[in-house]
């Protein structure tokens, strides 16, 4: 029976980057798991996970055997027309091989192959002590981290994320004899930095986790996340509200503290004039605070902080981060002021000399182009299009503004309440249409990121639609391509966010005649040294691409994307549809064999060099299959056709799944080339009224691929 021991490391350092602490934590747990696997030796990992704080990178396994096992070895050696003279003695190469071996040579075994018989020496060692193996494993361990940019301290010529100050190696009760960075192998951890200064004895790996929570250190990564999730929401209960928890800075904040206590803290409610998006942004990007909103979902007045300590005096904490929170929203303030006095007329104005690209022209080129686009886009889906034009026209202004210009993720969002404030606008617009404008300037960047949601409103999304459209056209033209990971315009996620509004709002638009329309308002553009244009069908293709792995996310397989791909759809919305049918269809019995049978009608019409009618003449059917065919061939066009009229697709693929038996009886019975001219051609002629009919939601034959 193998005996197994519980193993601890725990590598102390200086405050790890907290971005890079959880990639660092796996990496290092998943080298020793992969050196203990490469070595053969056994261990059970059971819910072992990495642990990790700001100072330290752990791995704790619960059973680890203290012995590697047996280690077999089997060296080839020279064949016997090699190895043995015409008198049957050794020859220099086989007495070479079995002292390489350090055997003599008749203690060697043969073995037969494809060349012959040949010499082996096979042999079995004891396996080696893990103890004996495991620093190796650590170090190989380490040197395998994603570290770009290691520090160097001292003048030491090795180099960590961070310096480091202590190393526990414990197997068992026993102390592994290693060194790393300089660090000797202990049992002596060390605790909170400030609430326990003393070292932490262990006596063993399974006391770890509770020493150091005795040592005010959460090491457990999932502990600590959950207890600032609940100090937080019990701190933001208090004020009377709920706190906004950022997956991000929960993270960020998870990285920063070991034994975290949450700080319920205020501020002057004059700053709620201020776009709550701007102070959310400063308290999460640049402090790692907790907004706390109100029953409605508005921002308070109220925050919460993290600290990284149970601080005997909770009320210097927490001026302390009113402090500094406190200049960050007065110029937030003072922005958001002086940009109302400017006004969105004025703002607009100064776009003319913002440089938007150099063979595109400035931002107010790009405002005019989106503009135009956006007129005609919101014609074809039944949207104002005067209010789409002038909310285009205006939807670049904030740019100009100085709250973006300190807080760039507002862009969009500043323009929505300068729309609403704005006097002139206000004169010029009723108010249900000065809303609408506000909220599609915000929208038309939406989706923001992935997973973001697309543009709720119908102006939102016209302009959304519109800003993607000069954007891949544009780039395309100026020679913005994306190659590789370079993708300097996001045009990849431009496309994308194009075809996820289409999509999920289920516009109806031609996207051939928009990306067309796209390419004539941009037109040609380039420098001296030449000019160039876009490509509608190229784009499309750019469009499909990117559909293929928002389909591929979910589990919507390649083949039946290929399919609908095959037909080029006008609209995305009607391509979406045909996929849910093809889907659906994929599931019926008679699916995979239909497939396979267009795609033998497909092949049999690509190789006719017969001139096929669109229609046969049945007074030239000589089998009962022909005619039977062709029965059900015209009873399924019938009943199809107003169900693909009404895009009814899934229903149009379980109808022409019912004539599986007759275009199985058909291929049984007759036979297609025959030599009597008139009765091929007529037969050709059958089979493609039914590949039409079959294919007339998707091409049905790339499912048998």
């Known amino acids: 029976m193998t005996t197994t021991q519980p193993l601890l490391i725990e590598l102390g350092t200086e405050e790890l980057p907290v971005k890079a602490l959880p990639g660092l934590a796996q990496a290092l747990f998943d080298g020793v798991i992969d050196g203990l696997a490469r070595r053969g030796i056994a261990f059970e990992r059971g819910d072992a ?18 012995q590697q ?41 043969k073995l037969r192959d494809a060349k012959g018989e040949r010499f082996v020496h096979r042999a079995v060692k004891p396996g080696a002590a893990t103890a004996a193996l495991l620093p190796e494993i ?38 592994i004899e290693a060194e790393l960075f300089g660090l000797r192998g202990d049992r002596m951890s060390r605790g909170h930095r400030f609430m326990h200064d003393k070292p932490v004895w262990l006596g063993a790996p399974g006391d770890y986790v509770e020493a150091l929570r005795a040592a005010k250190v959460l090491v457990d990564p999932d502990e600590r996340r959950a207890r600032i999730v609940a100090e937080v929401e019990a701190a933001a209960r208090a004020t009377g509200g709920q706190a906004r928890i950022d997956a991000g800075i929960l993270e960020e904040v998870n990285g920063l503290t070991e034994w975290p206590k949450a700080v319920a803290c205020g501020f002057e409610p004059q700053f709620l004039a201020v776009p709550q998006e701007a102070l959310i942004a400063t308290m999460e990007a640049n402090q790692k605070f907790f907004p706390v909103l109100d029953a409605a979902g508005r921002l308070s007045e109220r ?37 109302m006095k400017q006004g969105l007329a004025s703002m607009n104005e ?27 886009v919101a014609q074809a889906v039944g949207v104002d299009p005067a209010l789409a034009r002038r909310a285009a026209e205006l939807g670049k202004a904030d740019l100009q503004s100085r709250l973006v210009g300190e807080f760039p993720e507002l862009q969009g969002i500043a323009g929505r309440y300068y729309a609403m404030a704005d006097r002139a ?16 300037i915000d929208e038309a960047y939406m989706p923001r990121f992935a ?46 966010g194009l075809a996820r509004t289409l999509i999920e709002r289920e516009i109806e638009l031609d996207l051939d005649a928009a990306l067309a329309r796209a390419c004539d308002v941009v037109g040609e553009v380039g420098d001296a040294k030449g000019r160039s244009r876009a490509d509608a069908n190229e784009l499309r293709d750019f469009v499909l691409d990117r559909l293929r792995g928002y389909y591929a996310d979910r589990a919507v397989p390649p083949q039946q994307f290929e399919a609908v791909a095959a ?43 017969d001139a096929i009618a669109d229609a046969p003449d049945p007074a030239l059917f000589a089998e009962a299959a022909e005619r039977e065919l062709a029965d059900a061939v015209d009873a399924a066009v019938a009943d199809t056709d107003p169900l693909l009229a009404r895009r009814d697709y899934v229903a149009a693929l379980g109808r022409l799944a019912r004539l599986r038996p007759q275009v199985d009886a058909f291929f049984d019975a007759v036979l297609v080339n025959v030599d009597d001219a008139a009765l091929r051609r007529n037969r050709l002629a059958l089979l493609k009224r039914l590949a039409d009919r079959l294919g007339s939601v998707a091409a049905i034959e790339y499912l048998s691929l």
């Not at 704080?53 to 396994?61: G, I």
């Not at 119908?458 to 990971?485: H, M």
């Not at 996929?579 to 006719?608: H, V």
């Open 49 to 66: 996970k990495p642990l990790y704080t700001p100072r330290r990178l752990a791995v704790l396994l619960p059973a680890v055997a203290t």
């Open 69 to 109: 096992p047996e280690q077999t070895s089997e060296v080839l050696g020279p064949y016997l027309n090699i190895a043995l003279d015409a008198g049957g003695r050794p020859t220099r190469a086989l007495e070479g091989f079995a002292a390489k071996a350090g055997v003599e040579w008749t203690a060697l075994e």
């Open 350 to 376: 100064g776009l003319k000399t913002v440089t938007y690209q150099a063979k595109l022209g400035t931002v107010a080129d790009k405002a005019a182009r989106v503009a135009a686009l956006a007129e005609a």
């Open 451 to 496: 997973g973001d949601a697309v543009a709720p409103s119908g102006l939102g999304q016209v302009l959304a639609i519109a800003e993607r459209l000069d954007t891949l056209a544009g780039g395309f033209a100026a020679g913005l391509k994306p190659t590789g990971n370079k993708d300097a315009f996001a045009l990849r996620r431009n496309a994308l």
């Open 138 to 175: 650590l170090r190989e361990a380490v040197a395998a981290m994603p570290i770009p940019k290691p520090m160097r301290w001292g003048d030491h010529d090795y180099g960590f994320a961070r310096p480091a100050h202590w190393l526990v190696l414990l197997f068992g009760g026993e102390v």
């Open 303 to 339: 925050f919460v902080g993290v600290a990284n300590i149970d601080s005997r005096d909770e009320a210097a904490v927490r001026k302390g981060y009113e402090r500094v929170i406190r200049p960050r929203f007065a110029d937030a303030q003072f922005f958001f002021v002086e940009d």
């Open 567 to 609: 037909l080029r759809p006008a609209s995305l919305l009607d391509f979406d549809r045909r996929l849910q049918a093809i889907g659906e269809f994929a599931k019926l019995p008679e699916a995979a064999a239909l497939a396979a049978a267009n795609k033998r009608i497909r092949n049999i019409l690509r190789k006719s060099e």
């Open 425 to 440: 606008l206000e004169a010029e617009l009723p108010y249900e249409a000065r809303a609408a404008l506000a909220a599609a």
